[in-house]
């Protein structure tokens, strides 16, 4: 979706060093989400944002952290990149004003290679 | 932790087939939607099913809800190459994010 942008969309890095993924979106929405995906295991929830003062922990938060500077921007970092943080990443977001029940609209992904 | 878990893993048709795949759940939840993912994109929403509904249609696909076996359907009919995808089912448990299972891949052959 255009409207969900996520830079880099690849990025080959070396373990230990510090990773910053970045996501905007135009679509207005308050609320956005990070998520990776490996083959085989779908989607798993890193980190959600409800809005620019609510950030919570999703499943696998552990060596990630996320800011969340404007209700359009939502960075992913990874302070010390290791390997078996190679993935596939995603932003998504909704909008919990208009009554859309929760219908995500994602980003074209990040593929994250650590060495 | 992952809620859904779709059913099967793999699915391989010829284009003109009906495509079936299916989707059970834990807890109770408040909606189920269904995703579509191309190789290696983002993931596109599909169709949306409350819980208190039973079946939904939109163009050639059609959503099935059983809450009480706590499962969904999603059928493609009349399938096309360009059909050929991952699909995810994802539940919304109400105020929080989305659990998403793991994905049938969908292979549609001509």
């Known amino acids: 979706d255009a409207d969900v942008t996520q830079t880099p969309r690849n990025r080959i890095t070396k373990t230990g060093k510090r990773i910053m993924l970045e996501c905007s979106q135009t679509?207005?929405?308050?609320?956005m989400y990070w998520y990776r995906q490996d083959p085989g295991l779908g989607l798993r929830l890193i980190y959600y944002?409800?809005?620019?003062?609510?950030?919570n922990k999703g499943e696998i938060s552990d060596g990630y952290s996320v800011s969340r500077q404007a209700q359009a921007k939502f960075s992913l970092s990874l302070e010390s990149a290791i390997p078996n943080q190679t993935a596939l990443y995603f932003c998504?977001?909704?909008?919990?004003?208009?009554?859309?029940?929760?219908?995500?609209?994602f980003g074209p992904g990040t593929r994250l290679t650590v060495l | 932790s992952q809620q859904g878990e779709e059913d099967p893993q793999a699915l391989s048709i010829q284009e003109g087939e009906n495509a079936t795949m299916n989707c059970s759940y834990k807890?109770?939840?408040?909606?189920l939607q269904w995703y579509r993912q191309n190789s290696g994109r983002g993931l596109v929403h599909l169709i949306l099913?409350?819980?208190?509904?039973r079946e939904k249609h939109s163009g050639r696909l059609r959503v099935t809800l059983d809450t009480s076996k706590k499962s969904s359907s999603l059928l493609i009919t009349a399938s096309r190459a360009a059909d050929t995808a991952s699909y995810f089912c994802?539940?919304?448990?109400?105020?929080?994010?989305?659990?998403f299972g793991k994905g049938t891949s969908l292979l549609v052959t001509p």
């Open positions: 994802a539940t919304d448990q109400g105020g929080y994010a989305l659990n």
């Open positions: 099913i409350r819980s208190n509904e």
């Open positions: 679509k207005g929405h308050d609320r």
């Open positions: 944002s409800f809005d620019v003062k609510d950030i």
């Open positions: 998504a977001t909704s909008d919990s004003i208009a009554g859309r029940y929760n219908e995500q609209f």
């Open positions: 807890t109770s939840i408040n909606n």
